[in-house]
């Protein structure tokens, strides 16, 4: 089946400190992958994506690269803020299971000023 | 763009009650939604997939007949916990796409309290 894993957290970092989110993925095909985030009280936005391997998804400074030979899709962004502080979920997709998306069980940071 | 919307954002309701939350897409056509349920510090589960005019389909381990969900349009689907208890007290969060494109567009969720 298809499963996706996170490191546990929560992340405690402080104020412009590098990020780091591990995901690993097991799929029986080749999924699409992405980063939603879950600001407190808030639903999920969509923050970054990746279709294929090797592709490169950023935004607002996080930036996540589809390593097949890894399968993993590891979460980065080299100076967070207090704001980055939220509940981050990776995610993957497949085409030929209907584009359902199955999600890791989330991982949260904690970003001290 | 794609902006997903709920109501009510919260509702608390007495035990044996049922309660309707809506789900809709607001710039675009959702010909499927979907429904997740959260518990605190936890994932999504998926509740049930629907698609417009059409049957839900649910996950397994979900009653359909305590979930009641509805795509009548495709801009609105709900869902209505029927006979209410603490026990379904949880954050219920919808999502939608457009065709079977691969991106789903999550509402901001709405949080149950059954006394």
């Not at chain 1, 993957?92 to 000023?113: I, Q, Y």
């Not at chain 2, 902006?3 to 049922?18: A, E, M, R, Y």
């Not at chain 2, 009641?68 to 609105?76: E, F």
Request: glycine fraction near 8%; aromatic fraction near 10%; proline fraction near 4%.
């Amino acid at each position: 089946g298809n499963s996706v894993t996170q490191m546990e957290g929560p992340v405690t970092l402080s104020e412009e400190a590098f990020l780091t989110i591990n995901c690993t993925y097991t799929a029986t095909g080749y999924p699409s992958l992405f980063w939603y985030v879950q600001y407190p009280g808030e639903g999920l936005q969509l923050l970054l994506k990746a279709t294929k391997a090797d592709d490169k998804g950023s935004n607002k400074g996080f930036e996540a690269t589809y390593r097949k030979e890894t399968t993993s899709f590891h979460l980065e962004k080299g100076s967070v803020q207090v704001s980055d502080s939220a509940v981050y979920f990776c995610a993957l997709s497949l085409n030929n299971a209907g584009n359902m998306l199955t999600f890791g069980g989330g991982t949260r940071l904690m970003v001290k000023p | 763009g794609a902006v997903v919307s709920q109501h009510p954002s919260w509702v608390i309701c007495k035990s044996g009650t049922s309660v309707k939350i809506e789900c809709r897409s607001l710039d675009f056509q959702a010909t499927t939604m979907f429904w997740y349920r959260q518990f605190p510090k936890q994932s999504l589960m998926l509740m049930a997939t629907s698609n417009e005019g059409s049957k839900a389909t649910y996950e397994q381990g979900v009653e359909k007949d305590k979930f009641l969900i509805n795509h009548a349009s495709l801009t609105l689907s709900t869902l209505t916990v029927t006979s209410a208890h603490p026990e379904d007290s949880s954050f219920y969060i919808c999502s939608a796409r457009q065709g079977a494109v691969e991106t789903q567009y999550f509402g901001p969720g709405t949080r149950l309290l059954v006394l």
